[in-house]
């Protein structure tokens, strides 16, 4: 997968610079590369991917289409611990306070839902409201919150079926994700 003195790359321009590709620069390109040679190598027909990436999931499908590699990208829904924190290796990382502490991001992920589902479609007022709800654990560091279009990536101003809604944040040294598509 990796031989040494690789000179080519897969890169999805403008996606991969947005939301975590933002924070962690070159990080999609990696990705993409990777799985780019596997779904070249195995050819399937579909590939699963779960939502809480959802940046990589946009990142990915927009390769495949670009590529025309034939594989279908289908999305996995979040797994949740039964306190709603979403699952990831990186909460290992966390202490017993930051685990307390990183439910933040699925409440603040919650309080969306709840006002998007009283008909609240307004991108300054959602981000506002999951900023408010990050502001009850100042310990905890946002990276964003954003309201975007799954496959461009880009802010809207409004929540339409399918906008997604995101957030990142660094709970101690460890940043965790997570996200809820409106409906």
Request: charged letters at 25%.
């Given at each position: ?38 779904l070249i190598a195995a050819e399937p027909d579909l590939a699963f991917f779960g939502q809480k990436d959802a940046a990589q ?59 998007a589902g009283t008909g609240e479609r307004r991108a300054d007022a959602l981000i506002a409201a999951a900023r408010a709800v ?50």
């Amino acid at each position: 997968m990796y031989p040494a003195g690789a000179a080519t790359f897969v890169e999805v321009e403008g996606l991969s610079d947005r939301l975590d590709g933002d924070s962690r620069p070159g990080h999609f390109r990696g990705v993409a590369t990777v799985v780019a040679k596997l779904l070249i190598a195995a050819e399937p027909d579909l590939a699963f991917f779960g939502q809480k990436d959802a940046a990589q999931v946009a990142v990915l499908r927009r390769m495949v289409a670009d590529l025309r590699l034939g594989t279908k990208i289908v999305v996995c829904p979040i797994v949740r611990e039964a306190d709603g924190l979403a699952l990831s290796s990186r909460n290992t990382y966390l202490s017993a306070q930051e685990r307390r502490r990183a439910l933040v991001l699925s409440h603040s992920i919650r309080r969306v839902e709840e006002l998007a589902g009283t008909g609240e479609r307004r991108a300054d007022a959602l981000i506002a409201a999951a900023r408010a709800v990050f502001a009850e654990e100042p310990a905890v560091r946002v990276d964003y919150i954003e309201l975007v279009d799954w496959s461009a990536l880009l802010p809207v101003d409004m929540a339409t079926p399918g906008t997604l809604f995101a957030v990142a944040a660094w709970v101690g040294t460890t940043r965790l994700i997570d996200n809820t598509i409106i409906v």
